[in-house]
């Protein structure tokens, strides 16, 4: 018994590895859009990106999701589809929104020297961007940013209530098969793994980043 | 026609005027020093002059060419604010070194991505080019007595060897003038003495610079001009002995006073 859970956990494993991977494919670059959008001084964009930031960080993720899966077929009469797809959409959203303010918290902490400094080099914008702010919003938001998507991990599991057949979906199944409650349980030593890896692996980023100060 | 022409730049943030009509000249290899006590807009004019403020008025020239006109500075494209910038270089107080990058490509980072974005360039031209940046690097390292910390990272240096190497780095883009704003009021005093003879070696160079310093003695020595700003407006100028040995004016004469009771 506890080997076919195993085996069957390993294959919803899967499916929350992908939901992790492909949200933060999307997030990361969409959260930094946003943050320049926030950050923005154009007042009326500021001001939709401000409110957007708000309602997506204000409703509940599990809320989120159900509008993306429900909400064309029910407004449009389109459905989306794909409940994968729907589950990467919400997340990404989602989570893009509270990557924007890690990125912001990270821009905004750059000193305005190190900007300066490249505009009387004849940097461009872009190039100051790029080859000076960068590096050191990297170096800052790592911290964070791991939380946030260690928080991630857990979070794939509301998958489940679209039907999406990740490790928490497996478990809820076979605990009412078998109506015993362990495989529930069982599922937090996947979490824990795939958590403790992530915490390694921001350790040595960490440390890969420590030979400069910023 | 003077090297620099500088003519009533005016500048105001909000409702304070901070400069309020500057007007001065410097020849070639000539060096000025800019004194004044904090709040006077000495600063802000360096600022201005390097456009990292836009003056509300005034004109700005280098060999008789207009590098800013504050009537058209608006019309300026991202370009043109970037060739006109490269005339002048800026030695920051605070130094702003890039810190994720070591000290040689502290120094070659900004010529380097010029020589990137230049796309006329063959291959060939763009190699060579990028060897005479790594020479030059080299070289300017060595002028500043750094050589032995070219793979070093800035927050490995201590703050006097740090603003040596951003001298090196602001000379890298061969600047028409170099300006310094305060550039030993953030390090420990006896750090001082190692940036202001690299700044000494550089005017025995017949390099025209301009020097924002609270270092009187230094002032007193290196120029060949001395402006006393306060309120905005330059209060007294001249040639370092007429400024420090016979003050005219009442403000510069409390001035010099005051930093002379430092001690």
């Known amino acids: ?214 | 026609m003077e090297f620099l022409e500088v003519q009533g730049i005016y500048k105001s943030f909000g409702n304070v005027s901070v400069l309020r009509g500057i007007d001065f000249t410097l020849s070639k290899g000539e060096v000025l020093s800019i004194i004044g006590s904090s709040g006077s807009g000495k600063t802000t004019l360096l600022r201005c002059i390097n456009l990292l403020e836009k003056a509300d008025n005034g004109t700005i020239s280098v060999n008789g060419e207009v590098i800013i006109d504050a009537k058209e500075e608006d019309s300026y494209t991202d370009k043109q604010i970037r060739n006109k910038r490269l005339r002048m270089g800026l030695v920051f107080q605070q130094f702003n070194l890039f810190p994720q990058y070591n000290v040689i490509d502290n120094l070659t980072l900004a010529p380097k991505l010029r020589i990137k974005e230049n796309k006329s360039l063959t291959k060939e031209a763009r190699l060579e080019a990028v060897n005479a940046i790594n020479k030059e690097a080299e070289e300017l390292l060595a002028s500043v007595g750094l050589s032995d910390k070219a793979k070093s990272y800035p927050c490995e240096i201590s703050g006097g060897q740090q603003q040596r190497v951003a001298i090196a780095r602001a000379l890298m883009l061969k600047p028409d003038i170099l300006c310094f704003d305060e550039p030993t009021s953030a390090l420990d005093p006896e750090l001082t003495g190692e940036v202001l003879r690299v700044i000494k070696e550089l005017k025995s160079g017949d390099r025209t610079m301009i020097i924002v310093t609270h270092e009187m003695e230094f002032a007193r020595n290196v120029s060949d001009k001395v402006i006393f700003m306060a309120d905005g407006v330059i209060e007294e100028m001249g040639t370092p002995e007429e400024v420090f040995d016979n003050p005219k004016s009442e403000k510069l004469k409390a001035f010099l006073q005051k930093s002379d009771e430092k001690f």
């Open chain 1, 1 to 214: 018994m506890f080997w076919q859970v195993t085996l069957k956990f390993l294959e919803g494993f899967g499916a929350t590895c992908s939901v992790f991977a492909f949200t933060l494919i999307f997030a990361l670059p969409l959260g930094l859009i946003i943050s320049f959008g926030t950050m923005s001084g154009f007042k009326p964009l500021k001001a939709v990106m401000k409110t957007i930031v708000w309602i997506v960080r204000g409703v509940p993720l599990m809320l989120q999701l159900f509008i993306v899966y429900y909400g064309p077929s029910l407004l449009f009469k389109i459905p989306i589809g794909d409940k994968f797809v729907a589950t990467i959409i919400a997340f990404s959203i989602n989570y893009a929104c509270y990557f924007s303010e890690i990125f912001r918290a990270g821009i905004e902490a750059i000193p305005r020297g190190q900007i300066e400094a490249g505009q009387v080099l004849g940097m461009t914008r872009f190039q100051i961007f790029t080859r000076v702010t960068l590096m050191q919003v990297v170096k800052r938001i790592v911290p964070p940013m791991g939380n946030e998507i260690i928080t991630l991990v857990k979070d794939t599991a509301l998958a489940n209530t679209i039907v999406v057949a990740e490790i928490i979906y497996h478990a809820k199944t076979i605990s009412n098969t078998i109506a015993e409650i362990w495989p529930l349980f069982y599922t937090a030593v996947f979490y824990l793994i795939f958590v403790g890896v992530l915490t390694l692996l921001f350790g040595w980023l960490e440390k890969k980043l420590s030979y400069y100060k910023v």
